[in-house]
């Protein structure tokens, strides 16, 4: 049995393009593997420890060998609360709109949590850094508003899936595969682009 983490980005409900294509990808898998244990978290009602204070000073006293005060340790111990939820998981889903051309703050929060040496991430000068999780599959449905596409313009502006990549492979998670919803302001286009991530979410839910 493999465990599943479904990590939706939105506060917006089924009215969000991403939700919804991922909760469709996320659907046709449990179809297939009913025995797979699924946890969905929106990081808009998950209680985040605050990274700052107590667990800003821990991380540093990590990477400067030291030891952590009372109040560090207590502080500490919610960071690696969030991090080994998220690395016990076997399989990783994310559902992520496009918020000022970048992700949400939530995300970004999240990612700030869970982005931590000796848990997420190594580093030695030999070998620079590596990232620890590892042999993990991934799943993004993607969406924005206006259209990002490769060899556009306007993919200048797209740092949403770049950086979604670039913070996934930097941890180890190289084995990602998505969707992208696009555009989503215009009603007629977002229902054709709505309907085509749907169906090719479904499609890929089942080798996943």
């Not at 599959?137 to 899936?161: L, W």
């Not at 190289?174 to 696009?182: I, L």
């Amino acid at each position: 049995m493999s465990k599943l983490l479904y990590l939706q980005a939105s506060p917006r409900g089924e009215r969000s393009f991403a939700i919804r294509t991922a909760d469709a990808f996320v659907n046709a898998y449990k179809e297939i593997n009913p025995r797979d244990d699924v946890t969905t978290v929106n990081l808009f009602e998950k209680m985040l420890p605050p990274f700052d204070g107590f667990s800003l000073d821990a991380k540093y006293a990590i990477l400067h060998g030291e030891g952590h005060t009372e109040e560090q340790a207590m502080a500490w111990k919610g960071v690696e609360t969030v991090i080994g939820e998220f690395t016990a998981a076997n399989k990783i889903v994310f559902a992520v709109p496009m918020w000022n051309f970048s992700v949400p703050y939530r995300l970004k929060h999240y990612f700030d949590v869970i982005v931590q040496p000796g848990y997420t991430f190594s580093y030695s000068p030999e070998e620079g850094y590596s990232g620890l999780v590892t042999g993990k599959p991934v799943f993004v449905a993607y969406a924005r508003g206006g259209a990002y596409p490769p060899g556009s313009e306007a993919e200048a502006f797209d740092m949403q899936t770049r950086y979604l990549e670039m913070i996934l492979g930097f941890i180890g998670l190289t084995d990602v595969k998505s969707v992208v919803v696009e555009p989503t302001l215009d009603p007629d286009a977002s229902k054709k682009a709505l309907s085509a991530a749907v169906a090719k979410a479904k499609r890929m839910a089942k080798t996943f």
